[in-house]
Structures are given as C-alpha cells and as structure tokens.
C-alpha cells in the first residue's frame, strides 16, 4: 500500500482556499481533514476531534518539548499545532491529508516533513482579491488596507511552495487540485516497493 499524500495548502486572504479545499473534499471521501489542536475553549457547536483536539497548555507545551507537531503557533495567548501523530496514521493508511493552514505553519511544516505537497492558491490579480475582500462587507478602509498589504506580502512566499493555483474560479481550481494529486500519485517514486524490489533472477518464477 502506498502511503497518503500530505496536501499543505495556502495563500492569501480573499483567494479562496478554502472554497477549494471544501469543494475537494466534498468530492473526495478518500482524504481526511487535518484536525488542529488548541489550548482554547471549545465554542458551542464544536466537537473534540472534528473541529480541533482541545488541550491544557501544560499538556500542550509538553507536547512541544516532546516534538509532537508539525507546527504550532501561540495566537492571542492560545497555542495552535497540527498534531503528527494523527496525520502519520492517516498517511500509513494510504489515506491523503489536508492540510490547510498559514503560510508560517506551512513553512515550519518543510522543516519537519519530506514528503508534504506544498500548494499556494492565488487570486486572478490583485485587483480581484480587492473586491473579494470588500466584497465579504466586513472591512472598515483601515483594515482592508492592513489586510490588503498583508496579502500582497504573502504572495511573496509563493516560491516556497511547489506549486500555484490560480483562482478564476472555484471548478477550474478545484480541477486543478485534482490534476496535482493525480499526477503526483504516478510519480515514480511512489511505485509500489514490490515492483521495485523485483530481481533479475526473480524473472524465471514467471516462467515455472
């Protein structure tokens, strides 16, 4: 069996990712939602490992020591962090991950792991991420201004990542995701340790 992907996707604020990643996912019953953990209260509605896996934060800085994410972050005084432990065991299934997280997080995730597939979803053009933005309702002029320039500046990081999606719109993204998987589930690489352990000598059990 082949292990799982591990699909670490990012990008900007208004560019849609998570449009894409809900859309692949509702398509797909054979990949699984990373779940983060958290030291904050679970809020009405949320479910302990559907939503995130809440912790203590002594139990969660014991978590750190013991190197037991593939990235954390402390947010308003909470920590968050994707745990390894369950995205190993999903993988060893054969099972694909998403995980769907910051550019920061994506970045410290590249130092723990050698096998996430880092994809960096992007607006059609600056001028369409603006109307996004405005168009969510939400944004006085000084923080769409304060989010604005912080998209621009994450955009930056998209040669960090493997590859780039362009987001005209959400059907063409979402196929595009899907050529990335399959393409990257026919890498050679990942043939099958069976086929590649086969022996020139091992030939003659063909013919008994």
Same mark, same amino acid.
């Given at each position: $069996?082949?292990?799982?992907?591990?699909?670490?996707?990012?990008?900007?604020?208004?560019?849609?990712?998570?449009?894409? #990643?809900?859309?692949?996912?509702?398509?797909?019953?054979?990949?699984?939602?990373?779940?983060? $953990? %958290?030291? =904050?209260?679970?809020?009405?509605?949320?479910?302990?490992?559907?939503?995130?896996?809440?912790?203590?934060?002594?139990?969660?800085?014991?978590?750190?020591?013991?190197?037991?994410?593939?990235?954390? /972050?402390? +947010?308003?005084?909470?920590?968050?962090?994707?745990?390894? &432990?369950? +995205?190993?065991?999903?993988? /060893?299934?054969? !099972?694909?991950?998403?995980?769907?997280? @910051?550019?920061?997080? &994506?970045?410290? +995730?590249?130092?723990?792991?050698?096998?996430?597939?880092?994809?960096?979803?992007?607006?059609?053009? $600056?001028?369409?991420?603006?109307?996004?933005?405005?168009?969510?309702?939400?944004?006085?002029?000084?923080?769409?201004?304060?989010?604005?320039?912080? /998209?621009?500046?994450?955009?930056?990081?998209?040669?960090?990542?493997?590859? &780039? !999606?362009?987001?005209? %719109? !959400?059907?063409? /993204?979402? #196929?595009?995701? =899907?050529?990335?998987?399959? &393409?990257?589930?026919? =890498? +050679?690489?990942?043939? %099958?340790?069976?086929?590649?352990?086969?022996?020139?000598? @091992?030939?003659?059990?063909?013919? @008994?």
């Amino acid at each position: $069996m082949n292990r799982g992907l591990l699909l670490v996707i990012s990008g900007p604020s208004g560019a849609g990712k998570g449009s894409v #990643c809900d859309v692949y996912k509702k398509k797909h019953d054979d990949i699984w939602n990373s779940v983060s $953990m %958290t030291t =904050r209260s679970p809020r009405e509605g949320e479910v302990e490992g559907v939503s995130y896996f809440f912790s203590s934060i002594p139990e969660f800085k014991k978590k750190i020591e013991n190197n037991e994410f593939l990235e954390y /972050a402390e +947010v308003y005084g909470n920590f968050y962090g994707t745990p390894k &432990a369950e +995205v190993e065991k999903k993988l /060893a299934q054969g !099972i694909d991950v998403i995980l769907e997280i @910051d550019i920061q997080g &994506a970045l410290n +995730v590249q130092e723990n792991t050698n096998e996430g597939i880092f994809i960096f979803i992007l607006p059609p053009s $600056m001028n369409e991420l603006k109307k996004r933005i405005i168009g969510r309702g939400s944004e006085t002029p000084e923080s769409l201004l304060t989010r604005f320039t912080s /998209a621009y500046n994450e955009i930056n990081y998209v040669s960090k990542y493997n590859y &780039a !999606i362009t987001n005209h %719109t !959400i059907e063409k /993204a979402y #196929c595009d995701l =899907r050529s990335i998987v399959i &393409a990257e589930k026919c =890498r +050679v690489t990942r043939v %099958t340790n069976e086929i590649l352990s086969l022996k020139e000598e @091992d030939l003659n059990e063909f013919f @008994d």
